[in-house]
């Protein structure tokens, strides 16, 4: 476990904004993660994502490291959020609009 860690603690810090999900950003395998897509979309926000679907090491892992059961799981500047449902309630109240400015993370476009 302590390499899936290392590699799960890797990919948190070296991206501002990271979702771990089901899928892809373009073609997502499920409700939770293309619902957290599009939040990250509409805010115009750079962001990586990693399939879960594609490496079952991760798939667990990333479970551990947050201590969260299900994905997806958005991480900003390697603090865990929570999952689409915590994100469409931030995103709701402006607390992640507000997040994303708090940290300085540049917008697209």
Known sequence: MTDTRDRIEAIVKNHDI???MKGTALFPQC?????A???????????????VL???EIRNGIK????WPTV????VKGEFLGGSD???????AGELQQLIEEKEIARVG
């Open 18 to 20: 990271v979702l771990f």
């Open 31 to 35: 409700g939770f993660s293309s619902r």
């Open 37 to 51: 897509v599009a939040i990250l979309d509409h805010l115009n926000v750079p962001f990586e994502t990693v399939d």
């Open 54 to 56: 594609q490496d079952p």
């Open 64 to 67: 551990e490291y947050s201590d």
């Open 72 to 75: 997806p799981q958005l991480y």
């Open 86 to 92: 915590i994100m469409m309630e931030m995103f709701e």
